[in-house]
């Protein structure tokens, strides 16, 4: 069985995707790595529990590629695909119809190829995250006062307009470019006026480039603290948040799957922090609901992911 397949593969005469299974492959992730993926292991869970007859895959894929996969995964019948970087933005374009977040980003993660074939795009990854901080720590976004690290990465794009669109209490950007974040400030700011909660929209949203006396006074007010950025996907990385700057009262949400310097910091300092698990299950949910309009078992998908 092969961890990954290619556009060579799904071109090939010999049905190369299906050779050993019994159920035809329908649904895959496409990135740029991606061996590493978890995604097969859940959505083949919520399949299998659904009785769906199909096979969820990895497809390794170029940019330059892109275009010629998603054209031969229409033709081979396919009913959707996930969407992984570096293929959000570029996905995105190919799409007829885009739900509103999708549009915001100009990203999505899910593709349905409908029956007529267009394509319409939706980016569970927001609506995934506000379910996952809802379930890890019984809290709203509207709720929080929030710091978001890595604010205009892929993943911090979706997750900045998801806590602006929530109408969270307070949004601090941050990140390495002042251009960039100024810009995505300038972008939601809409969302924090006429509120009676706060004087107005430059009480609410802040932008500052990191490790900076005002980021500095941002996180010690921060009640919630999501790290965005790609600090953490190497065993060898450091944490993108000094650890003095880490208090006991924080909430910590590291989108990195899997245990990284950040989070063993913050358990250091008695501060509750857990990885992105969760928001991915809650987003290939959210996924799963639009290639079939049926829920999906989310315990089976979380049972999938639990010794991974």
Known sequence: MKPYYTLTDLLSDADIINQGHELPAKLAVIGDPIAHSKSPLMQQAALNAAKINARYIRIQASPDEFDHVIKTLQTKGFIGANVTIPHKQRAYKLCTNAD????ATEAVNTLVFENDGSISGFNTDGPGFAYAIRDEFSMD??????????????AGLALAYTCAMNGCERLTL????AEKLNSLKSSLSHYFRDENRLSGSSDRLAAYENNTPRFNEAVADAELIINATSL????????P???????PYHLIYDLQ?????LQQEAYQKGARAVNGIS???????LAFERWFGIKPDVRAMQQALKNV
Do not use: N
Request: charged content about 15%.
């Open 279 to 285: 928001m991915l299950v809650y987003q290939g949910a």
């Open 232 to 239: 953490g996907l190497k065993s060898t990385d450091g944490s």
């Open 241 to 247: 948040l000094p650890i003095h700057l880490l208090e």
């Open 174 to 177: 941050a990140g390495r470019s």
């Open 257 to 261: 799957t899997h245990s990284t310097t």
């Open 141 to 154: 976004l509207r709720d929080l006062k929030i710091v978001l690290l890595g604010a205009c990465g892929g």
């Open 100 to 103: 509103s977040l999708a549009k």
